[in-house]
């Protein structure tokens, strides 16, 4: 089915009244800002990335954009660095606000996904609550991800 709110296509659970929204998200490269305290090429604890991706449906039809804030905060014993993530997606009925902690190494690295909170939003989304995944399409890049919001209005 195709959501009228954003145009992209979504599917809603009979049962709990969920609604899921797919997108693929491209990273607008000129957007890219980072603050390092080591080596741009890899993040180290205390590093800070933001950026701005364009969001596609399934037909690739440009629905709208999100703001992505990482913040690197610890480097695990085995190497890992996990860090803290915070978006907001701009779709054309509003806002949605996800948070949550990931880990840098095993999403570019080994493709694992990311599974954040949705937080909250605005307009048609104010009383929003779910969980959004990020799946990375291609090994140590941070470039086209598939991204999916499973929610409850």
């Not at 009979?14 to 490269?29: C, D, M, N, S």
């Not at 709208?64 to 480097?75: L, Q």
């Not at 880990?103 to 609550?129: D, H, Q, R």
Request: one cysteine or more; glycine letters at 10%; a negative charge.
């Amino acid at each position: 089915m195709t959501d009228v709110l954003t145009g992209t296509t979504a599917t809603c659970d009979r049962l709990t009244g969920a609604t899921t929204l797919q997108f693929k998200e491209v990273p607008i490269v000129s957007t890219l800002e980072f603050t390092g305290s080591g080596t741009p090429a890899s993040p180290n604890v205390g590093d800070i990335q933001s950026y701005t991706a364009n969001l596609f449906d399934s037909n690739n039809v440009f629905v709208g954009t999100k703001d992505i804030n990482n913040i690197f905060v610890r480097e695990l014993k085995n190497g890992d660095i996990i860090g803290n993530l915070h978006e907001i997606y701009h779709l054309s009925s509003g806002e949605i606000f996800t948070d949550g902690i990931f880990n840098e190494t095993k999403f570019l690295g080994a493709l694992k996904p990311i599974t954040t909170n949705i937080i909250g939003g605005t307009n048609t989304y104010s009383n929003v609550y779910g969980q959004e995944t990020i799946i990375n399409l291609a090994t140590n890049t941070a470039g086209e991800v598939s991204t999916s919001l499973h929610f409850h209005l």
